[in-house]
């Protein structure tokens, strides 16, 4: 039988959670983001990058985040709440698709 | 749930076709020097087949069909079922399935007919006609499934015009009693009718002389309303959260772990989707190939196409163990696993 680990990864702390998202924007300076790091001074909310940043935070953490989510963050410290707090709760699914 | 095994029906042959016309996304005007960069690496796609306007997904089975029959050594004689599965059909009314029976010289005893399914439907087809066969006996068939999607892009619609591809294919399909079972899982969520749509141009919504009017949507997205809107957004969260657990319970199903399976075609949506949903499922890639790179999201003809591309000598030696799986427009998606046996797999022939 098939089974694939879908439990949650627990981030331990921010610092963890801006050091993945430094490697996965490969051109981004490393070890400049804090937590307080206006998110919209490093990166453009276009389609692509905010696609990147969804599916970085799905494939590496099981957490569904949305462009509002992104766009609704000022700091990157907002973003990492949202992301824990979605991590946190259990709920499997936080996005409809509109009707 | 739409989740069974078929037994009894073995794939004999698969040919795709493509335009001769190569578009390259480099010398998309559209796009800045930047974007394009960003693009061809983040979406995936560097250049597409172009069908020239008159050319049809049906022109492109046609051709995939002469050739794969002719390898097969086949008499269209033989042939009793042809599925045809497309969302651009030659005509609004008949079905493109009977002009391609009469095309190809298949008996009048044969049954064809039309299914609308995109991004879903090769593996929708297979569960379709590979059902019909063998509740009915039918001994040899030919599902024939592609779009041309570049004649309903907006070209000044960053987010379609240099996704899409054109392509036609056909499958060889043969009624076997010692065939391993296929299995299949099937899905739809009908709320998300709109994230794929071109709104006008059927009954709901009449063409009218502004069907033809270009709307500026956003900066990047101008187009009227007989092309295609994409909500990428909405699509993109719909596959990283469906198709890893569709996928986990068709593998449960079949009682397959990920170490039996040779290779996992998915459709070809774009490059960043198809990494993450191999990562979700931790799939090695190179049991992951891809076509979108040299040919693009070419709907409906993604997974056949990356068969003939990427993985046809695999298929013409021996025994391959695979997981499909189609996931887009309608919202429609669904996989399948299935054994092949030394198919015969032509290369991509250019029309």
Redesign the interface.
């Known amino acids: 039988m098939y089974f694939c680990e879908n439990s949650v990864k627990l981030m331990i702390d921010i610092h963890q959670f801006i050091t993945s998202v430094e490697e996965e924007f490969e051109e981004m300076p490393k070890g400049v983001l804090t937590s307080e790091s206006p998110l919209r001074e490093h990166f453009t909310w276009d389609s692509i990058n905010a696609l990147i940043f969804i599916a970085h935070v799905n494939v590496n953490y099981n957490v569904e985040i949305t462009a509002e989510d992104l766009i609704n963050s000022t700091t990157v410290g907002d973003l990492y709440n949202i992301i824990k707090s979605k991590a946190d709760s259990s709920s499997p699914s936080t996005v409809t698709v509109p009707s | 749930m739409a989740i069974f095994p078929l037994p009894g029906i073995r794939i004999s042959g698969i040919a795709s076709a493509v335009p001769r016309g190569v578009y390259h996304n480099r010398s998309y005007e559209y796009l800045s020097d930047k974007e394009k960069d ?2 061809i690496k ?2 995936g796609v560097a250049k597409r087949r172009v069908a020239p306007k008159g050319m049809t997904t049906s022109d492109l089975c046609e051709a995939a069909a002469i050739k794969l029959m002719h390898e097969l050594g086949w008499d269209p004689a033989d042939i009793e079922i042809l599925v045809f599965v497309s969302q651009s059909r030659d005509y609004i009314i008949p079905a493109t399935a009977g002009i391609l029976q009469e095309k190809l010289g298949l008996p009048k005893s044969c049954m064809a007919y039309d299914i609308s399914l995109g991004c879903s439907g090769y593996v929708y087809g297979l569960s379709t006609i590979g059902s019909q066969m063998h509740m009915a006996g039918i001994k040899k068939g030919l599902l024939m499934v592609g779009d041309v999607s570049t004649q309903t892009t907006g070209p000044r619609d960053k ?1 379609t015009f240099p996704l899409f591809g054109d392509a036609g294919t056909v499958t060889a399909l043969e009624l076997d009693p010692r065939a391993a079972p296929m299995h299949f899982n099937l899905q739809t ?1 009908g ?2 009718y ?2 794929i749509i071109i709104p006008d141009g059927g009954i709901r919504n009449l063409v009218t002389p502004e069907s033809f009017t270009e709307e500026k949507i956003t900066e990047g997205i101008e187009r009227n309303r007989l092309q295609i809107a994409l909500d ?3 699509v ?3 596959s ?2 469906e198709v ?1 657990p569709n996928i ?1 319970r068709l ?2 199903d079949a ?4 170490e039996d399976i040779d290779y996992f075609v998915l459709h070809q949506a774009n490059r ?2 198809n ?2 949903i191999r ?4 799939i090695p890639p190179e049991k992951c190939p891809y076509s979108m790179e040299e040919y693009g999201n070419t709907s409906s003809a993604s997974i056949p196409l990356t068969i003939s591309h990427a993985i046809r000598d695999v298929m013409q030696e021996g025994k391959t163990r695979l997981v499909l799986s189609g996931f887009g427009v309608g ?1 429609s998606w669904g996989s399948v696993y299935l054994e092949t046996e030394k198919v015969v797999c032509p290369e991509i022939i250019e029309i």
Do not use: N, W
Request: proline share 0%.
């Open positions: 960003l693009f983040t979406v987010s969520d709320k998300g709109k994230a990428g957004m909405e993109f969260q719909f990283l959260r890893q986990e593998l449960q009682g397959k772990d990920l960043l989707m990494e993450s990562k979700k499922l931790r919202l």
